[in-house]
């Protein structure tokens, strides 16, 4: 194959929990040999281990705003997983794709990572709320204010696609979870955990007691590493094939999640697996005060509620395969490996 016939594809994040998930579901796609695959990670020794597996590795971050413009230019697809609020960051990897499509008169793909987290409320944990996201209701979505997480950048996103130099697909994964089991963790240059669960049980392991968010009644939607890494291919395939059914854009929210939980049972969860292994004071869970939820989380968002049905993405032949059990019985790996990591630092 010529190499200009290959798939130029550039990946940011692609040492993390999300962006390696998925560039480990993209280097063993059935297609893989026609993709020419180029990341950008901040560590310089671990351009020898990307190289390895036929990967481009360039070392840089978010920050640099001329290396993501430059990469994007040259790609005609763009997974972005770094940072969903990174407004700068899209912004150059946008323009460099606008001067890709001006070069070549093709529509190059960004599929971005945003997060469910652009739901939330200010429940403190307190309620439930009845309020629930369709992502085929855009009405509903575009009734989101600038001023929610993620939010400016999923704006500046869509304007993109409606310009129509770019077309623009945003993921939104929700409470992802499951110790990630990739060939990139495996040659030790992918971190393989979520932050939202480990967070919580490194706050419950400091404070000596697992902890709750307000009566802990908030629901959260949930959805596992490896269905999310083919969530993204999923919406890859769709978009590259142009296949109508994929929206894109305005219509191109794609939410990533299997099941519903309340976000106070897996505080109860931890609290007895702590109280188990001696690191806590007693199985029941206690509320975190105002400062902790500063001092451990930035503030209340653990107690919010952010509720959706992902309608979407299956339309396009996404079929999840992890259940809500999946999500239980992660807890206890979760919470061994976070405590394994806290003793060895």
């Avoid at 939410?255 to 505080?267: L, T």
């Amino acid at each position: 194959m010529q190499k200009s016939e290959k798939t130029h594809i550039f990946i940011t994040g692609a040492t993390g929990y999300i962006g390696g998930s998925v560039l480990s579901a993209l280097l063993s796609h059935t297609k893989a040999k026609s993709f020419h695959i180029t990341v950008l990670i901040r560590s310089p020794e671990k351009v020898v281990p990307f190289n390895n597996v036929g990967v481009v590795a360039v070392v840089g971050s978010n920050q640099d705003l001329e290396k993501l413009t430059e990469h994007a230019r040259g790609s005609d697809v763009v997974f972005a997983c770094a940072d969903a609020d990174d407004l700068p960051a899209a912004k150059a990897i946008l323009l460099g794709l606008k001067k890709r499509y001006d070069e070549t008169n093709k529509v190059p793909i960004l599929i971005h990572t945003s997060g469910t987290g652009v739901l939330i409320d200010n429940a403190a944990g307190n309620y439930a709320t009845d309020k629930i996201y369709s992502d085929l209701d855009i009405p509903m979505i575009e009734s989101l204010p600038k001023t929610q997480p993620h939010r400016e950048v999923d704006i500046e996103v869509v304007a993109a696609d409606q310009k129509g130099y770019v077309r623009t697909y945003i993921v939104l994964p929700s409470t992802i979870y499951g110790i990630a089991n990739t060939l990139l963790v495996r040659l030790g240059i992918q971190n393989p955990y979520s932050k939202q669960i480990p967070r919580l049980i490194k706050a419950s392991i400091d404070r000596k007691q697992g902890g709750v968010v307000g009566k802990g009644l908030n629901l959260w939607p949930n959805v596992h590493i490896s269905d999310t890494a083919t969530l993204y291919t999923t919406i890859f395939d769709a978009a590259v094939k142009g296949s109508s059914g994929a929206g894109h854009g305005r219509e191109g929210f794609y939410f990533g999640a299997n099941g519903e939980h309340r976000v106070g049972k897996i505080s109860e969860i931890i609290a007895e697996l702590l109280y188990e292994m001696k690191l806590g004071e007693s199985p029941e869970p206690t509320v975190f005060t105002e400062e902790e939820l500063q001092k451990y989380f930035g503030g209340p968002n653990l107690g919010s509620n952010s509720r959706v049905r992902a309608e979407r993405a299956p339309l396009i032949g996404w079929n999840p395969v992890h259940t809500i059990d999946s999500l239980w019985a992660s807890l206890k790996p979760e919470t061994e490996a976070v405590v394994t990591e806290m003793r060895n630092i």
